[in-house]
């Protein structure tokens, strides 16, 4: 009878030793996983607060992540295109990544797709530039790396007709129709 407690305890023990390396290696395996996901990834499709640079807060859907911007559906009349390393927090990230529509092509997209797109519908945008300062204006043309504006602000007749180039690393966030 003794012999059969000895055993039944020695079973219990090596079950529960089973059940603690199964739960730790899950949580390594948990870690590394979280390892390879970008906070882009998890942000694609969710509700969220971005806290962006000279802009401060931002709220809206994150539409689409490219390695370089994000598409953010802000409100009912306009979106924003953030550069992602002008992102400083984000609040309202789900804890997994979700799936993006079209990940291998948004992966491939850069600052040129973005303005190609606004420049060939014309659309009146506003620029955040990371000096703070900002420009209104229509995408006019479209380089390497650089996109050159006709500027449109009535409040600045100084500038109204004129084109600026506005680098792309000088931008935060552009705000543009939908």
Not at 28 to 40: G, P
Not at 69 to 96: C, I, K, M, Q, Y
Not at 138 to 154: N, Y
Request: charged residues 25%.
């Amino acid at each position: 009878m003794r012999w059969e407690l000895l055993f039944d305890d020695l079973e219990h023990t090596a079950e529960a030793l089973q059940l603690l390396e199964r739960d730790s290696d899950i949580a390594e395996r948990t870690r590394a996983e979280l390892q390879t996901v970008a906070w882009t990834d998890r942000c694609v499709g969710a509700q969220v607060a971005l806290r962006v640079k000279t802009l401060g807060v931002l709220r809206g859907t994150v539409d689409t992540v490219t390695p370089t911007w994000l598409l953010l559906h802000a409100d009912r009349g306009s979106d924003w295109v953030v550069a992602t390393d002008a992102v400083l927090g984000v609040v309202g990230a789900p804890r997994e990544a979700g799936p993006q529509p079209h990940a291998a092509l948004a992966a491939r997209m850069t600052w040129v797709n973005a303005w190609s797109i606004l420049s060939r519908d014309r659309a009146r945008v506003h620029v955040v530039r990371r000096d703070g300062g900002d420009v209104d204006g229509v995408a006019a043309r479209v380089g390497k790396d650089f996109v050159e504006l006709w500027c449109t602000d009535p409040a600045d007749p100084e500038h109204a007709g004129r084109t600026e180039i506005v680098p792309y690393v000088a931008v935060v966030a552009v705000r543009c129709p939908r």
